[in-house]
């Protein structure tokens, strides 16, 4: 299970701080009943694995995906989906250009 703290670490680690601000987002609304177990980028999105299932949580995490695709992974700043290093990423102009 991911706690807050955890949570920001597994980004960093990731390479994705620029999604700190949905992740804030999203721990200030999680319920104490459901647990984060994993978090990840894929396809370019922000991905988050909770048990067991809830569906509004299940709603949120679908809203915070949608507006992962908008923001740099790396800064926050506004972006757009790239192809780098063989995979789908959301960056600024910026960093996809780094
Ligand atoms: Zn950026």
Same mark, same amino acid.
Request: aromatic share 8%.
């Given at each position: 299970?991911?706690?807050?703290?955890?949570? #920001?670490?597994? #980004?960093?680690?990731?390479?994705?701080?620029?999604?700190?601000?949905?992740?804030?987002?999203?721990?200030?609304?999680?319920?104490?009943?459901?647990?984060?177990?994993? #978090?990840?980028?894929?396809?370019?999105?922000?991905?988050? +694995?909770?048990?067991? +299932?809830?569906?509004?949580?299940?709603? #949120?995490? +679908?809203?915070?995906?949608?507006?992962?695709?908008?923001?740099?992974?790396?800064?926050?700043?506004?972006?757009?989906?790239?192809?780098?290093?063989?995979?789908?990423?959301?960056?600024? +102009?910026?960093?996809?250009?780094?």
């Amino acid at each position: 299970m991911l706690n807050y703290e955890a949570a #920001l670490q597994v #980004l960093a680690n990731q390479n994705l701080p620029g999604w700190q601000k949905l992740i804030t987002r999203f721990y200030d609304q999680l319920p104490p009943s459901v647990e984060v177990e994993a #978090l990840y980028q894929k396809w370019g999105g922000l991905h988050i +694995d909770i048990y067991p +299932d809830h569906p509004e949580v299940a709603r #949120l995490i +679908d809203q915070l995906e949608q507006e992962s695709r908008s923001l740099c992974e790396r800064c926050g700043e506004l972006a757009k989906e790239v192809q780098k290093n063989g995979g789908t990423h959301t960056l600024c +102009d910026f960093h996809a250009n780094l």
